[in-house]
């Protein structure tokens, strides 16, 4: 069985300073890890994914992510926050057994 | 952008009403999914599909049923509705093929349904 935990339900960060959004999972195998966006009203857009290959993943909107196996960590980084980085951010577990578990979730604030 | 489509986008219907979200994707996945989405809350999964004629019930128990006659369409009813279905429900689908473990999902934009 696998889970995930989101570790703050909001973030709150300036414009132009880093941002770092925490998640831990678990799983009994090596899974698949997803990062997603929401904005208001709309679906979920995948940021990034890791599978297995280079444990640093960059995705789009210059965010990335990097895998750490001993810490079961697969925290979302951005050096440089915008405005429009506004949003809800969920991280998300695929195990092989195909069952997909969602994090509770992040809102990322971004203060002027 | 999204290759997945959800209408309406927004519906306000009242008690006891019977509607159909509908649900399609151009992109040939085998697997489909419905969930579930209070606001600024998490996703709950409420139906999965692996390919026509396949359908099973997700983690949440709901009321809904969906039915998968072909690929591209997975709609999702409910019979008659209630203020407690009022929520954001969110369609999706994913590669079943070759490397479906690295598989993302695709996400629709929602409908956001309103039972008075």
């Known amino acids: 069985a696998q889970s995930v935990t989101q570790l703050d339900s909001h973030v709150s960060v300036s414009e132009g300073t880093p941002v770092l959004l925490r998640c831990n999972y678990s799983s009994s195998y090596s899974p698949s890890l997803f990062w997603y966006v929401q904005h208001p009203n709309k679906g979920l857009q995948l940021l990034l994914k890791y599978t297995s290959a280079a444990t640093l993943v960059k995705g789009i909107n210059g965010f990335e992510a990097e895998f750490k196996k001993s810490e079961t960590s697969f925290h979302l980084t951005k050096p440089s926050a915008h405005m429009s980085d506004a949003a809800e951010y969920f991280c998300?577990?695929?195990?092989?057994?195909?069952?997909?578990?969602f994090g509770k979730g992040t809102r990322l604030h971004i203060l002027p | 952008e999204a290759d997945i489509y959800q209408t309406p986008r927004y519906l306000v219907i009242g008690t006891g009403k019977k509607i159909t979200l509908e649900c399609s994707q151009t992109?040939?996945?085998?697997?489909m999914y419905w969930y579930q989405q209070d606001p600024g809350m998490e996703l709950h999964l409420i139906h999965y599909s692996y390919g026509v004629n396949s359908t099973e019930k997700g983690d949440l128990s709901s009321e809904s049923t969906v039915s998968r006659i072909r690929t591209e369409h997975f709609p999702l009813t409910l019979e008659s509705a209630r203020p407690s279905h009022t929520s954001q429900y969110l369609c999706?689908?994913?590669?079943?093929?070759?490397?479906?473990?690295?598989?993302?999902?695709?996400f629709g934009n929602g409908t956001r349904l309103t039972v008075t």
């Open positions: 998300v577990v695929r195990g092989r057994d195909d069952k997909i578990i």
């Open positions: 999706a689908s994913s590669e079943e093929q070759g490397d479906w473990l690295d598989s993302p999902l695709h």
């Open positions: 992109m040939g996945h085998d697997k």
